[in-house]
Nanobody, 115 residues
Framework: QVQLVESGGGLVQPGGSLRLSCAASVSIFSIYAMGWYRQAPGKQRELVAVITIGGSTNYADSVKGRFTISRDNAKNTVYLQMNSLKPEDTAVYYC?????????WGQGTQVTVSS
């Protein structure tokens, strides 16, 4: 399994931006599909964004136009650029790697959007 280490979470004001990073312990090139999930208090964990091995991306409707998922295979890192943040984006964000239907998870990082 791949180990995932997240960084970049924190406190930001509404309308601000954050970039989350997910560093993988092994090469993810042509091996893993990657995704970002989030879970707010009292809610189920939801898929925010996914990037396939082929590079295709998909987003939850709530973040389309504001969030961008990308991967840097040379650095074994996946990013989530979050712009125009809203209070409802507040959640613990998790990085996930999928190989043959089996997921590995990061530890989660807190994102708080508040004035």
């Amino acid at each position: 399994q791949v180990q995932l280490v997240e960084s970049g979470g924190g406190l930001v004001q509404p309308g601000g931006s954050l970039r989350l990073s997910c560093a993988a312990s092994v090469s993810i090139f042509s091996i893993y599909a990657m995704g970002w999930y989030r879970q707010a208090p009292g809610k189920q964990r939801e898929l925010v964004a996914v990037i396939t091995i082929g590079g295709s991306t998909n987003y939850a409707d709530s973040v389309k136009g504001r969030f961008t998922i990308s991967r840097d295979n040379a650095k074994n890192t996946v990013y989530l650029q979050m712009n125009s943040l809203k209070p409802e984006d507040t959640a613990v964000y998790y990085c996930a790697a999928d190989r043959d239907g089996i997921k590995s998870w990061g530890q989660g990082t807190q994102v708080t959007v508040s004035s």
